[in-house]
Nanobody, 125 residues
């Protein structure tokens, strides 16, 4: 199983980015997926999650209304659309996948078995 994150970069406050997480050796339609982020010196924190069927999502309060998680089962890819970015959104963003078939959305790091390598998002003020 391999998850490859991409789409990060440098953007001004108020701007937008779309992150992608391409999966191989694994079907994104089989279980829940999540996005987490980690800033220097801080713990990894939950950002968003989408369930195996794609009809249930969950967001951290800090990104609700600004970020949208989605999936494309044909492309076997999960996305995170980030709008109205703020300097405090600066972090390495990592996608993750649960291993249990049809697992629900989760905010817990330890419930995710597979992780991408991360993509840097930097928001300037």
């Amino acid at each position: 199983v391999q998850l490859v994150d991409s789409g990060g970069g440098l953007v001004q406050a108020g701007g937008s980015l779309r992150l992608s997480c391409a999966a191989s050796g694994y079907s994104v339609s089989s279980s829940a997926k999540g996005w987490f982020r980690q800033a220097p010196g801080k713990e990894r924190e939950f950002v968003a999650s989408i369930n195996w069927y794609g009809e249930a999502t969950d967001y951290a309060d800090s990104v609700k209304g600004r970020f949208t998680i989605s999936r494309d089962n044909v492309k076997n890819t999960v996305y995170l659309q980030m709008n109205s970015l703020r300097p405090e959104d600066t972090a390495v963003y990592l996608c993750a996948a649960r291993s249990s078939l049809r697992a629900r959305v989760s905010r817990l790091v330890y419930e995710y078995a597979y992780w991408g390598q991360g993509t840097q998002v930097t928001v300037s003020s």
